[in-house]
């Protein structure tokens, strides 16, 4: 199985990468596989790379579901 994340794109340091926050946490990923971005945008990754561009409602609902998803993790732990 293959996780992604949502996350949104904070800046872009140079073109082949971008710096994307969750939650407050930050980290670079390779754009590669991606076309254009820009700040604000959203995107799903996968293993350090964006995989995918989001539109804002799309981006939302998969955020709401991975909140599920941490949520339903965090439950099952003793």
Known sequence: MCL???VKIVELP???CALVEIDG???K???QLVGNVSPGDYLMVHAGFAVEVLDLAEA???IK???EFLK???AGQA
Do not use: K, N
């Open 25 to 27: 946490i930050r980290r």
């Open 60 to 62: 939302e609902a998969r």
């Open 29 to 31: 990923v390779g754009l």
């Open 14 to 16: 140079d073109e082949h």
């Open 72 to 74: 339903f993790e965090g």
């Open 4 to 6: 992604g994340i949502p």
């Open 65 to 67: 579901l991975w909140e």
